[in-house]
């Protein structure tokens, strides 16, 4: 083998393996990041293990939203199956009876215990600042 033809293949492995770490660092830096949520039905049907924080997703079911103060609590549900979940914070405008939440914590004696509060919109949601504008 002449010497330039060696050093191309070392090049290529040594490139070849750092694009492999480069890699494997992405994935780990967002094995928490990149989460989707699950529905009530899939929490009862497959429980998470002891402790895992996870994203649960569904509707808050109506007449079910107590507050009391900061502290709140409601049901989350698919359809089919509710989930009870308790939070303590500022929840978003969008959050309502009747809308679509998704919520982070970990389930806790079959209650689910939040520490975040998303809420969901459908595609014709307007900001109120824009509903005279647009007609909504």
Do not use: C, N, W
């Not at 002449?2 to 480069?22: D, K, P, Y």
């Amino acid at each position: 083998m002449r010497l330039s033809r060696r050093r191309r293949i070392r090049f290529l492995i040594a490139g070849a393996g750092l694009l492999a770490v480069s890699a494997g660092l992405f994935g780990f830096a967002f094995r928490d990041g990149i989460q989707f949520f699950r529905t009530p039905s899939e929490v009862l049907a497959r429980p998470p293990g002891a402790g895992e924080t996870f994203r649960i997703g569904g509707m808050v079911e109506a007449g079910s939203l107590v507050r009391e103060g900061t502290r709140l609590s409601f049901r989350v549900g698919d359809g089919s199956t509710t989930v009870a979940v308790v939070y303590s914070g500022i929840t978003p405008d969008l959050f309502a009876e009747g809308a679509g939440v998704v919520a982070t914590g970990r389930l806790v004696e079959g209650r689910f215990e939040a520490h975040e509060i998303l809420a969901k919109h459908d595609e014709e949601y307007v900001p109120r600042e824009l509903a005279g504008m647009t007609g909504h």
